[in-house]
C-alpha cells in the first residue's frame, strides 16, 4: 500500500513538473542565418535570462510557418509567430492567431500607431519594419531624388531597375506605391501599370534580390524602388548606394511577432512580444541590420538615422497597403503585371 502510494506520488510528481516545464517553455519560430542570430543576441537569449525560460526555436519562414499552423489548426505546436510579407493578416483572418488588448502590452504606447493598429484583430505588432522606397546610385545621382518620378527622369534612362511584382513581395508593394503616386488606389493600378509601361524601354526588370545587387554593381542600375534594409546590404558590399523616403512617401513592409491562438501559455507569450517590441530590440534591427524602429522612443545615432526611416516626421510619411485587399487582389494584379511588362 505504501509502495502504490509512493508510485502515485511519484507519478503527481512527474505530471507537475511535466507542466510547469511546458509552462516555462515558448515555442517560436525565427527566420535563419544572420537573421535569426540577430533575433538570438536582441530578444531571444535575453528574454531567457529575464524570465528564467527556454525558448525553442523553429526556423521556418513566413509561407511555411503559415502552413504549419493550418496543419496544426486543432493542436497548434507555435507559440509565438513571426511573419514578414503580409501573411500575419490571412493568419489572424482564419482565426490562427489570438487578439491582444491595448493594455496586455507594457509598451503599447511607445509604439508608432500603424504599428498596432491591427493588434486586437489578431494582426501582431511590428517589432520593426522595412520601408520600400527608393535606391539610388550616388556616384551617379549625387543629389537624392525627391519623387517616385525620378524614375521617368530622363537622366535616369536606360539605368532604372524594377523588381517583378508577380513574384516578389518588394515588387509589389513598390508597384502600389508607384501606382499611388500616379493617382492609382487599390480598386485600380492601371495607372500605375501605365506608369511602369512608360518607362519600361528604359527600364530592366529583375524578380530576386541579388540580381539588384548584382545590377548596382555592374553600373547598369542608378534608380531602382526597393527596401531600406537591402540599401545597406549593397553599402556594405562597398557599392556606392543610398536610399531615400521619396517625398510622397513609402511603404510600410510589415514584420510582426504574434500570438498563436489555441495555447495554454499566453502570459508568457504576451511577456515574449511586448519583450520584443520594447525601444532596445527595435534600437537593436536597425543599428545591426538597418531595419527601421517602430517603437517612437528609440534614439538613434546620426548615422544609423540617416540609413533607416526615423522620427516622427518620416513615419508619419508611411503608407500602409491594406493586406487583405492585396491577398484578394494579387492573382488578377499579378495577371495584369505579367501582360504590362511584356508588351
Known amino acids: 500500500m505504501i509502495v ?84 500575419e493578416t490571412a493568419a489572424a483572418a482564419e482565426g490562427l492567431l489570438a487578439p491582444i488588448m491595448p493594455d496586455e502590452l507594457e509598451n503599447y504606447d511607445e509604439m508608432y500607431p500603424f504599428a498596432v493598429a491591427g493588434i486586437e484583430e489578431g494582426v501582431g505588432p511590428m517589432y520593426k519594419t522595412a520601408v520600400i522606397g527608393l535606391l539610388y546610385n550616388t556616384d551617379r545621382i549625387p543629389e537624392a531624388p525627391a519623387s517616385w518620378n525620378a524614375l521617368a527622369d530622363e537622366a535616369n534612362a536606360g539605368h532604372v531597375l524594377l523588381t517583378d511584382a508577380a513574384s516578389n513581395t518588394y515588387g509589389m508593394l513598390g508597384m502600389l506605391m508607384i501606382n499611388q503616386v500616379a493617382g492609382g488606389t487599390l480598386d485600380d493600378i492601371t495607372p500605375g501599370l501605365e506608369f511602369v509601361q512608360s518607362i519600361l524601354p528604359n527600364a530592366t526588370v529583375v524578380s530576386k534580390s541579388p540580381e539588384i545587387q548584382q545590377n548596382f554593381a555592374q553600373g547598369n542600375a542608378w534608380i531602382a524602388p526597393y527596401a531600406q534594409d537591402y540599401a545597406y546590404t549593397l553599402i556594405k558590399a562597398g557599392l556606392p548606394v543610398d536610399f531615400v523616403l521619396p517625398e510622397e512617401g513609402g511603404v510600410v513592409a510589415p514584420i510582426t511577432v504574434n500570438l498563436v491562438a489555441g ?4 502570459d508568457l507569450a504576451l511577456k515574449f512580444i511586448d519583450f520584443s517590441i520594447r525601444a532596445e530590440a527595435s534600437k537593436g534591427w536597425a543599428e545591426a541590420l538597418r531595419y527601421s524602429p517602430t517603437n517612437k522612443t528609440v534614439v538613434l545615432s546620426e548615422e544609423v538615422a540617416g540609413q533607416v526611416t526615423y522620427g516622427e516626421e518620416q513615419a508619419s510619411r508611411l503608407v500602409t497597403f491594406d493586406a487583405t485587399k492585396i491577398a484578394e487582389n494579387k492573382p488578377s494584379w499579378n495577371e495584369a503585371w505579367t501582360r504590362a511588362i511584356a508588351q
Open 263 to 266: 495555447r495554454e501559455n499566453r
Open 4 to 87: 502504490k502510494s509512493l508510485a502515485l506520488a511519484a507519478l503527481a510528481s512527474a505530471a507537475f513538473v511535466g507542466v510547469a516545464s511546458a509552462q516555462d517553455t515558448l515555442v517560436i519560430n525565427s527566420f535563419g542565418g544572420s537573421y535569426e542570430e540577430t533575433h538570438r543576441e536582441l530578444v531571444i537569449t535575453p528574454f531567457e535570462e529575464m524570465y528564467g525560460v527556454k525558448v525553442e526555436v523553429v526556423t521556418a519562414y513566413s509561407a511555411d510557418t503559415l502552413a504549419q499552423l493550418r496543419a496544426q489548426r486543432e493542436n497548434p505546436q507555435f507559440d509565438v509567430v513571426h511573419f514578414s510579407g503580409g501573411l
